[in-house]
């Protein structure tokens, strides 16, 4: 059972465009959620998290948004570069900590920016 | 430099031949955890530990063994490696504190069993 779903496995987009990548989860415990970013041959990257109390969390070229009622977020990047060609992660936990919760990762979205 | 490293980077095996894939991170993190990454499955916890002797299954342990003597070690052991287990494995640490979420990844380990 799938608790976070990316249902884009790939996108592909002009350089200087924007792009949005969506994520959305069915567990309604989650409360924090995160993006990461991979690059082949590499491990993934933590680039941006947004927690339950906030709706929108900005980090330069990159927004997260939060629908909690919908139980959906979003990635925007803007403007997109081509260095910003990677696989994206949208994962999310049931807590602030590391308790005994775990981060549940989606199935990724392979991002191409078309130069 | 803070990192995680894995060894070996690749590995091919045959089936029933122990290995152990090693895990160490410089940061003096609690949290240390392992994943395997398929296609369209996305990324899956295997095992983690929330600190030395501390260890807990994730979502898919079956066919692994971890171990946590140290703070900065956290090795995958296949004891019976099948060929299910072929997969791309990635460790990864963080701390344990609140609001501090960010997990740290290895370059990854990619695991053939013939």
């Known amino acids: 059972d799938q608790q976070v779903k990316q249902n884009s496995p790939s996108l592909s987009v002009q350089e200087g465009r924007i792009s949005i990548l969506n994520c959305d989860y069915t567990?309604?415990?989650?409360?924090?959620f995160l993006w990461y970013k991979k690059y082949p041959a590499e491990g993934p990257t933590f680039l941006i998290s947004?927690?339950?109390?906030?709706d929108k969390n900005e980090d330069g070229r990159f927004t997260v948004f939060l629908n909690k009622s919908a139980k959906h977020l979003s990635l925007h990047i803007v403007p997109s570069q081509p260095g910003d060609s990677a696989v994206y992660f949208c994962?999310?936990?049931?807590?602030?900590?590391?308790?005994?919760?775990?981060?549940?990762f989606g199935t990724g979205t392979r991002l191409t920016i078309i130069p | 430099e803070a990192q995680v490293t894995q060894n070996p980077r690749y590995l091919i095996t045959v089936t029933g031949k122990k290995l152990t894939v090693t895990c160490s991170q410089n940061m003096n993190h609690e949290y240390m955890s392992w994943y395997r990454q398929d296609p369209g499955l996305g990324l899956r916890q295997i095992y983690y530990?929330?600190?030395?002797?501390?260890?807990d299954k994730g979502d898919v342990p079956e066919g692994y063994k971890v171990s946590r003597k140290e703070k900065r070690n956290f090795p995958l052991i296949l004891e019976s490696p099948s060929p299910n287990q072929t997969s791309l494995y990635f460790c990864a640490s963080a701390n344990a504190g609140v609001g501090d979420n960010e997990q740290f990844f290895g370059p990854g380990t990619r695991l053939t069993v013939l």
């Open positions: 530990s929330m600190n030395v002797e501390v260890t």
């Open positions: 994962a999310a936990s049931a807590s602030g900590n590391f308790g005994n919760e775990k981060l549940t």
């Open positions: 947004i927690s339950s109390i906030k």
């Open positions: 567990n309604s415990m989650f409360d924090y």
